[in-house]
């Protein structure tokens, strides 16, 4: 089955401690992104990739970071989470680098820092 | 400046009813594309549709329609005979059509509350 995967779904730390979300496909897609979404703002991009080695930040990229080595994987790492970051998180992969075309999302990771 | 609007934040109808969701966008793209998301209130995103600039056929899908008019730069969705299953927040997206474009432009989205 063509899915997105993340984990964990929902976690809850503290301010500081260092986390990884992790995100995987197997569409084989060439465009990943992260987005988070909270109330009143939408989804807004936090970083996305091109391809492996190729990443970019999006709109609210400050406090996060991305890897790409391997198409399949692109995760998500808060390296001092602050509560501004307790957030809905999303993953997404498109085929293609351009955006036409449709994007399949993971579950989500509700995130909440303390 | 490229922006879409859903100036609907919530909606609620009674099943059965007829329901529009209108999306409203700003481009100065002359090749771009328009996407609907439904997100349930399980959270997951799900695409509906995606639709180029040079087709402005509607499109009907069961008892989901969308009507796109360049004219207006709209892109609205109906729900017919509407269902409880269809109670979700609803997102329009525009992206651009050529060259090295990498995300979504994305509203805000319309919470539809469709009750028994």
């Known amino acids: 089955e063509a899915q997105v995967t993340q984990n964990p779904r929902y976690l809850i730390t503290v301010t500081g401690k260092k986390l990884t979300v992790t995100c995987s496909q197997n569409m084989n897609h060439e465009y990943m992104s992260w987005y988070r979404q909270d109330p009143g703002l939408g989804l807004r991009q936090i970083y996305y990739s091109m391809n492996v080695e190729v990443t970019d930040k999006g709109d609210v990229p400050e406090g996060y970071k991305v890897s790409r080595k391997e198409k399949r994987n692109f995760p998500l790492i808060l390296e001092s989470p602050s509560p501004n970051q307790t957030s809905l998180y999303f993953c997404?992969?498109?085929?293609?680098?351009?955006?036409?075309?449709?994007?399949?999302f993971g579950p989500g990771t509700r995130l909440t820092v303390l | 400046a490229q922006k879409v609007t859903q100036a609907q934040t919530e909606i609620s109808v009674v099943e059965k009813e007829d329901v529009t969701l209108d999306c409203v966008y700003e481009?100065?793209?002359?090749?771009?594309?328009l996407f609907w998301y439904k997100q349930p209130p399980s959270g997951e995103l799900v695409f509906l549709i995606r639709r180029n600039s040079f087709d402005e056929q509607n499109e009907i899908s069961g008892r989901y329609s969308w009507n796109f008019q360049k004219s207006t730069s709209s892109f609205n969705f109906t729900i017919t005979a509407s269902q409880v299953v269809d109670s979700a927040v609803y997102f329009c997206?525009?992206?651009?059509?050529?060259?090295?474009?990498?995300?979504?432009?994305w509203g805000l989205g319309t919470s539809l509350a469709v009750n028994p």
């Open positions: 997206a525009l992206s651009r059509g050529a060259g090295n474009n990498r995300k979504l432009i």
């Open positions: 997404a992969s498109r085929a293609g680098q351009g955006a036409i075309n449709e994007q399949f």
């Open positions: 481009t100065r793209d002359t090749t771009y594309y």
